[in-house]
């Protein structure tokens, strides 16, 4: 494996784009968390729905198969964001170089 050479600061290049890819993560978790419902409580994998029997009128509770995501997803996805964006600050430039015409 080759090493790097100081004059290509690999890591300190990456800072942007790892915080970048922080806040679309957020903005794609929470988008996620809305558009399906955006339950604030714990995930569901089964929805109580209100029926009512068309032949007696008696209001009952089904429960119909489909995933709603709580708020785990959305502390989980933010969390994630929040880990990365934490990553960039241990990101540094390498060590600047003294000019030798000085």
Excluded at 26 to 32: A, K, N, P, R, Y
Excluded at 38 to 54: T, Y
Aim: proline share 10%.
């Amino acid at each position: 494996m080759p090493a790097r050479s100081p004059s290509h600061p690999i890591p300190h290049r990456l800072r942007l784009p790892l915080r970048a890819c922080s806040l679309l993560l957020v903005l794609v978790t929470v988008g996620f968390w809305a558009a399906k419902g955006a339950h604030r409580g714990w995930s569901q994998h089964r929805v109580p729905v209100r029926k009512i029997d068309e032949v007696t009128g008696i209001v009952f509770t089904a429960y119909e198969d489909r995933f709603v995501p709580g708020v785990e997803v959305l502390a989980a996805g933010s969390a994630l964001a929040a880990a990365i964006f934490g990553a960039t600050f241990l990101l540094r430039a390498s060590p600047t170089r003294p000019n030798p015409t000085s």
